[in-house]
């Protein structure tokens, strides 16, 4: 089981960046994917959310209109598209897969290692 993101890097305020999040060795299509961040000295905190068939997605206030989750069950992949970036979007994106199932239910979370996005001039 495995989610690596990539795409992360250096971009100045204002600019646009967009993270990816390859998943493997489970049926990513039942999965719930969400994007976290962590800023330094910071608690981790959701970002956005697409449901299994990307029929569903919700943000944080502090990104929407300006941040897009995307996925493509095909590719085993989730996107997370950043515009208008801001220096308060500093941190490391995680992200995240989960599904709930059984009874009592159980609760099934992977997590990838993180991705650095730094905003800055």
């Known amino acids: 089981v495995q989610l690596v993101e990539s795409g992360g890097g250096l971009v100045q305020p204002g600019g646009s960046l967009r993270v990816s999040c390859e998943a493997s060795g489970f049926t990513f299509n039942r999965y719930v994917v969400s994007w976290y961040r962590q800023a330094p000295g910071k608690e981790r905190e959701l970002v956005a959310s697409?449901?299994?068939?990307?029929?569903?997605?919700d943000y944080a206030d502090s990104v929407k209109g300006r941040f897009t989750i995307s996925r493509d069950n095909a590719k085993n992949t989730v996107y997370l598209q950043m515009n208008s970036l801001k220096s308060e979007d500093t941190a490391v994106y995680y992200c995240?897969?989960?599904?709930?199932?059984?009874?009592?239910?159980?609760?099934?979370?992977?997590w990838g290692q993180g991705t650095q996005v730094t905003v800055s001039s």
């Open positions: 995240n897969a989960h599904k709930r199932e059984g009874w009592p239910p159980y609760d099934y979370d992977y």
């Open positions: 697409i449901t299994t068939i990307g029929g569903r997605t």
